[in-house]
């Protein structure tokens, strides 16, 4: 997130360990690594079954952000 809480970006571990495997420094700015477009889902009436479905249909992502009508980062949905 930037200062005002914006949604920016995300990073994952796995980001991270792909990047140390190439050979990059662990003191390499993040910013070569975020990932400008996140997947992200609106805070709506209907989040639960959002967050649900999102899961159900991208077993490889386990953190979701939820941000509100002005992308601001309101919670993390996190699944096993």
């Known amino acids: 997130v930037d200062d005002n809480f914006h949604l920016f970006g995300v990073i994952s571990d796995g980001d991270i360990r792909r990047v140390l495997v190439r050979g990059v420094s662990i003191m390499s700015p993040i910013s070569g690594i975020t990932n400008l ?19 159900k249909n991208n077993p490889g992502i386990h953190m979701l952000p939820i941000v509100d009508e002005g992308n601001l980062l309101v919670d993390i949905a996190i699944t096993d």
């Open 37 to 55: 477009n996140p997947k992200f889902i609106k805070d709506s009436g209907g989040v639960d079954e959002e967050v649900v479905e999102f899961f």
